[in-house]
Structures are given as structure tokens and as C-alpha cells.
């Protein structure tokens, strides 16, 4: 029986929302969009601090050059750059709610491309609505923690 909607999308997005289901399909493609304009941010990044004479304006957290105080986020670039070195532990010192969401969404990603390339072979990787909220507790009482701890440097 041919869906509904079957129309409405090309062959091989149809195929992707047959084998994921509609939601997973969508969030499927908005991780893989995401994952291209990381992509390209870090490429138009790189270029600007080789290309420009001084780039001591992009270095470090802008909300705590202008404010001083620590903002939720400090600690993620960091965290990412330790993730990609393979230093898992000092990457959850930085930032562990950024080790949480990178591992969520490779299992996502990555669990889902195989269930893809095999044609449905593989049990499908779906999204819950409490990863998000496991993430925002640990990213809140991260917070907390880089602003009560007395010597916790970022």
C-alpha cells in the first residue's frame, strides 16, 4: 500500500521516512543539517584566523569579556576540542553536558545511517523527549557547579 504522503517527497526522502518513521525522519535530517553547518562554521572560522592580521577578538567567551561573569555555555568549545583529541574526562571537566549531548546525538546519527544503509535491517534508534531533559538538568547544575566551587577554573 502506497503511504499517503508518498508524493509529496522525493524517492529516497520518502525511502528515509518509510524506514524511520516521520518525526525520526525529520530529526534525522535537521542532525545531519546541523552536523554540515558545524561543518562550515568551523571551516569559516579557521580561514578568518588565518586570513586576518588580528583575531584576539575571536578568541575566548565574549559574554565574560563584556559581563565577567561566566556564561551557561563557557567551557563548550573546549570541551569539543577535548573530545576530538580523545580526552573524554577532560572534556566533561569543561563541559559535561556538551560529552552528553555529542554522545546522544552520534548514537542517533550513527545508529539510524546504519539502519539507512542496511534498508531497515537494524532496530531504529529513537529519539526520547527525557534525553533532552537529562541534558538540561546536567547543564543547569554544571552551571551551578562552575559558579559555586570555589577554584573551578574554565
Given at each position: 500500500m502506497e503511504h499517503k504522503n508518498a508524493e509529496r517527497y522525493s524517492g529516497k526522502i520518502y525511502r528515509l521516512f518509510e524506514l524511520l518513521g516521520h518525526t525520526e525522519g525529520q530529526l534525522y535530517i535537521a542532525g545531519i543539517?546541523?552536523?554540515?553547518?558545524l561543518l562550515?562554521?568551523?571551516?569559516v572560522y579557521i580561514l578568518l584566523l588565518r586570513v586576518l592580521p588580528?583575531?584576539?577578538w575571536l578568541e575566548g567567551c565574549q559574554i565574560r569579556r563584556?559581563?565577567?561573569v561566566i556564561c551557561p555555555a563557557c567551557g563548550t568549545t573546549r570541551a569539543v576540542l577535548a573530545m576530538l583529541h580523545g580526552h573524554i574526562l577532560t572534556a566533561m571537566y569543561y563541559h559535561v553536558a556538551t560529552v552528553y549531548l555529542a554522545c546522544i546525538c552520534i548514537i542517533y546519527l550513527v545508529g539510524n545511517t546504519i539502519r539507512l544503509a542496511t534498508n531497515g535491517r537494524t532496530p531504529l534508534v529513537r529519539f526520547r523527549l527525557w534525553y533532552v531533559y537529562v541534558w538540561l538538568g546536567i547543564f543547569v547544575v554544571s552551571y551551578v557547579v562552575k559558579l559555586v566551587v570555589p577554584g573551578y577554573v574554565i
Open positions: 543539517a546541523v552536523l554540515i553547518t562550515i562554521g568551523t571551516a588580528d583575531t584576539s563584556f559581563t565577567g
